[in-house]
């Protein structure tokens, strides 16, 4: 698992006022970006997911049993991806355009 820290996409240029998150397994710490020495908050997976508004969706490739399948879940400019086996594990983020140009050329003609 990546353990590093990830600045907010909602940061400006300068790096002004945001927070950097760091998502491990067993949890999720949060900071503020200018003070990296300072106090860290400490929460768990789901309770960030809950707090950042996550809807995941499984994919439709799916069994019943779950199987070898990604979770989809879109937030506010950017679309989240990850493994349905391994929801605590890493994602994968990328840009609405980027997931729309990547559904548009994997799905049926």
């Given at each position: 698992?990546?353990?590093?820290?990830?600045?907010?996409?909602?940061?400006?240029?300068?790096?002004?006022?945001?927070?950097?998150?760091?998502?491990?397994?067993?949890?999720?710490?949060?900071?503020?970006?200018?003070?990296?020495?300072?106090?860290?908050?400490?929460?768990?997976?789901?309770?960030?997911?809950?707090?950042?508004?996550?809807?995941?969706?499984?994919?439709?490739?799916?069994?019943?049993?779950?199987?070898e399948c990604v979770e989809v879940a879109?937030?506010?400019?950017?679309?989240?991806?990850?493994?349905?086996?391994?929801?605590?594990?890493?994602?994968?983020?990328?840009?609405?355009?980027?997931?729309?140009?990547?559904?548009?050329?994997?799905?049926?003609?």
């Amino acid at each position: 698992m990546n353990n590093a820290w990830f600045k907010s996409s909602h940061s400006g240029a300068e790096g002004g006022q945001c927070v950097e998150v760091k998502r491990t397994t067993a949890a999720v710490r949060i900071r503020d970006s200018k003070a990296a020495a300072g106090p860290v908050l400490t929460v768990s997976p789901s309770a960030w997911t809950q707090f950042i508004g996550l809807t995941w969706h499984k994919s439709t490739y799916s069994g019943a049993e779950g199987g070898e399948c990604v979770e989809v879940a879109a937030g506010p400019g950017a679309v989240h991806i990850r493994d349905s086996k391994s929801t605590a594990g890493p994602l994968l983020t990328v840009s609405p355009a980027t997931w729309t140009e990547f559904v548009r050329a994997v799905s049926p003609k």
